[in-house]
């Protein structure tokens, strides 16, 4: 396991073998015996089964919490738990209105999972450093998280009926990544910082860089202010 051989791949240096991360979420839950959710509400179980996966997988960076939802939550979306996957977004309270009309705030780290998540970072931080592993913070991405706040299909019409909206529900969006990013960096002290959009993939190039770009253009200069590492995953 080492950490810095992540750190120097991600940063463009070359190294002389391959640094790998595992990518779990729920595995890690499946790892110690635990439904995901209990496994995603409870900080020692978070910490039991992320340390327990860097170390039966000898990895050299391993993510806190997989789960694209935490933002949502933390925001009001509403949301059904399973116990074989990640919570499930079923309302979206921006899909009829802006977030300024929704009442909507920026999250701190006590609302919602993020109290969890920062226990449980704060935890496993220290274990991680003994065993020489990354500790990489997951971000919902611009993409992501627009359509968790507007619903699936209003999400995609919406870039082609109202793109004045959409600048508005971005602009909302890269201030809660930001504020997100400020949390896993300033609080628990994750080593990497991973914006993570699988939503974006169904853009255009035009719209992913007038929309996608510069909703983090602010989370990545906080990153680079404060001497970590980032990455961008589709």
Not at 72 to 82: F, S, V
Not at 125 to 148: N, Q, R, S, Y
Request: contains cysteine.
């Amino acid at each position: 396991m080492a950490k810095q051989l992540l750190l120097d791949a991600l940063q463009g240096k070359r190294t002389e073998t391959t640094p790998w991360m595992v990518y779990a979420g729920t595995h890690m839950g499946y790892l110690i015996g635990e439904t995901v959710d209990n496994y995603f509400q409870d900080a020692d179980l978070l910490v039991k089964g992320v340390t327990q996966c860097a170390d039966r997988y000898k990895a050299d960076g391993v993510p806190l919490c997989a789960d694209l939802q935490i933002e949502a939550m933390a925001l009001g979306c509403g949301y059904k738990w399973g116990k074989t996957d990640t919570p499930q977004i079923i309302s979206h309270p921006c899909e009829n209105m802006q977030p300024k009309e929704a009442g909507l705030k920026i999250p701190t780290s006590a609302d919602g999972r993020f109290q969890v998540i920062v226990e449980a970072g704060k935890k496993m931080k220290p274990i991680l450093d003994d065993m020489d592993v990354a500790l990489i913070g997951f971000i919902a991405g611009p993409c992501t998280l627009a359509e968790h706040l507007i619903g699936g299909t209003k999400f995609y019409k919406s870039f082609y009926k109202d793109r004045d909206r959409m600048e508005e529900i971005f602009q909302f969006v890269s201030e809660v990544i930001l504020a997100s990013t400020r949390i896993y960096l300033n609080e628990i002290g994750c080593d990497i910082i991973a914006w993570v959009d699988p939503t974006a993939t169904q853009l255009s190039e035009k719209d992913f860089r007038a929309f996608v770009s510069p909703a983090l253009q602010s989370s990545i200069a906080e990153v680079h202010a404060a001497g970590k590492t980032s990455s961008f995953w589709l």
